[in-house]
């Protein structure tokens, strides 16, 4: 069964991972940047250059931290993360 999932508190474990949020400070800079889909969905995208190597970095490390990651590559956008999380209590 799928629970809720908060984009800040994704944003929060892969800052706490020592990945840059490009959406926080005093001015840009590249990193990862969070936004809430659903209840039960966040997206992900790297703003900034190696994009695909970064979401493969974030992947691991939510997929780590217990979340289910699935790669997005929408025709014509920029490709990012879906984070859902799943629960195993019945």
């Known amino acids: 069964m799928h629970c809720r999932v908060f984009a800040s508190e994704v944003a929060r474990k892969l800052t706490a991972r020592g990945h840059i949020n490009s959406t926080t400070g005093p ?3 590249p990193g990862h940047r969070v936004s809430q889909a659903s209840p039960k969905t966040a997206r992900i995208w790297h703003d900034g250059p190696d994009e695909q190597a970064h979401l493969d970095q974030y992947a691991t490390a939510l997929r780590t931290a217990g979340y289910t990651v699935a790669a997005e ?8 993360l879906r984070i859902t999380h799943q629960t195993t209590e019945k």
Request: charged share 35%; hydrophobic share 25%; proline share 18%.
């Open 73 to 80: 590559r929408p025709a014509g956008k920029r490709p990012s």
């Open 27 to 29: 001015a840009w800079r």
